[in-house]
């Protein structure tokens, strides 16, 4: 059976598509790390990038510029913490707020990890052969589940071709 059976589906295997782009591209970028002999995960970059230029972030701060889970976001500052690579304190005038900032070993690091997504980001240009379309598009899914949860969306198919 040679046949892509989630390519083939089209538009009706959509998340699972995208999902099957978005591991190959981290596991490829975890791959390239690791022969670098550099101990961090694909999904950081996103926290590296925001905090590079801000003395500190609450960790809610973070979760709401990208669109996480606060529960998710946590995870990953816990687990870049244990590496090494961020600072977690609580706030001083609200201690449920934990702030957030770049260790001196991250802040080290941030130009050879900059090199490394320079490079990424030029080889996702290639792969869209310069063409940004794709992102109009995402941008426009993104705003259609931001005024109506997927979740209504497909109760309310659901509803209409299932009463009786």
Avoid at 50 to 60: D, G, M, V
Avoid at 122 to 144: T, V
Wanted: glycine content about 4%.
């Amino acid at each position: 059976m040679n046949s892509d059976f989630i390519k083939d589906l089209g538009y009706k295997a959509l998340d699972s598509r995208l999902k099957r782009i978005s591991d190959r591209i981290s596991h490829d970028v975890r791959r390239f790390y690791k022969e670098l002999g550099i101990d961090i995960e694909p999904n950081w970059y996103l926290i590296f990038m925001l905090l590079q230029n801000a003395e500190e972030i609450p960790i809610a701060a973070i979760a709401e510029c990208l669109g996480y889970t606060h529960p998710s976001v946590a995870i990953i500052v816990k687990k870049m913490a244990e590496k090494g690579y961020l600072h977690v304190k609580k706030d001083s005038e609200d201690k449920r707020k934990q702030m957030v900032s770049l260790s001196d070993k991250a802040m080290k690091m941030l130009p050879q990890l900059e090199q490394i997504w320079q490079s990424c980001e030029r080889a996702i240009l290639k792969m869209l052969a310069d063409d940004l379309g794709i992102l109009h598009y995402l941008d426009s899914i993104d705003m259609e589940l931001k005024n109506k949860s997927f979740n209504n969306r497909f109760k309310e198919e659901f509803l209409k071709t299932n009463i009786k």
